[in-house]
DNA sequence: TATTGTTATACTCTATAACTATA
DNA sequence: TATAGTTATAGAGTATAACAATA
């Protein structure tokens, strides 16, 4: 038994529901962030991708990020539009664009990480710098033997 | 400096992030598990609250759980139409409701419970027992300090 | 006048499938 | 024939606000 004796063998499940509802406001508290830029999180989802791979398709990115392929056309057309994202041609299949993040974009990105890092500084303030280590080597622990993708991410959206 | 050397002082935000991801996950898993008892998670949420608490009205059920009490009438209609639930009038204030569990609604409630510790084992199956309990007080300890009730869960939903 | 439960309506988000242009 | 992107439509889920009965 590995049990320390303040818990008990059969302590009720607790984890699942933890990790929802913990997820659920970490989700809503980075679109209260993200909204404050005029952006939703699948946007920054979006430019969040484009910084670390340029040049990505439409099909490409919606494949990352777990949407469908048509979801990811008035996604682009917003992003475009606002000026945070630029569409060109492929040379090599001129079907598929080849989409960038643009001067403003990498800009707005580099805002996205600032709320990013607020959020999680909002989140974990009341657990010490090495709770804080653990519970990240947990969480990554667990995320890599339940096959979860570092980009995909369904569930990344506001909930109220 | 409490950093023991392996993570860089300045290491992104990613949390809230895997917090939010994994979140979804085990959502969706508790999905699957009571999509075969032929619930959806917001019943199974319903029946865990009766259980704890037998006579409680629809508006109270409804703050508890975080949603309108508009939603609340047809979700207690489907639990009634599956004999799961009863309603009866409250002696006191007869606008009211008192909601209770029939004893078909606190073999389904098991069978729910049975659910989510097989949904927490599959989730948990790569941690050792110390690693679990330190996973569940630290998710604890941050549920606590940000104020997260321990029924009211906007997020449990199943997002695919 | 306020509150419980109810209903009707409208809105948001999403997937599905059909369409075009290129390959 | 298959694939990237696009569009239109329909469906699920939701909140909002007006209503009846009771306090």
Redesign the pocket.
């Known amino acids: 038994m590995v049990y320390g004796g303040c818990v008990p063998a059969h302590r009720p499940a607790r984890i699942g529901f933890l990790l929802s509802q913990l997820g659920a406001h970490a989700a809503a508290r980075f679109d209260d962030g993200v909204s404050s830029l005029g952006l939703t999180p699948q946007q920054a989802g979006v430019l969040r991708i484009l910084g670390r791979s340029p040049g990505v398709?439409?099909?490409d990115l919606a494949e990352r990020l777990g949407?469908?392929?048509?979801?990811m056309?008035a996604l682009?057309d917003g992003l475009e539009s606002l000026g945070l994202v630029a569409r060109s041609r492929s040379a090599t299949?001129?079907?598929?664009?080849r989409l960038e993040l643009t001067d403003a974009g990498r800009d707005r990105l580099a805002d996205v990480r600032r709320i990013a890092e607020r959020t999680e500084a909002g989140l974990t303030a009341a657990l010490t710098a090495k709770q804080r280590d653990d519970l990240y080597g947990s969480l990554r622990m667990l995320a890599t033997s339940l096959g979860l993708d570092e980009d995909v991410h369904i569930g990344f959206?506001a909930d109220?």
């Open positions: 398709s439409q099909r949407i469908v392929q048509s979801r056309v682009i299949d001129r079907r598929s664009y959206r109220g």
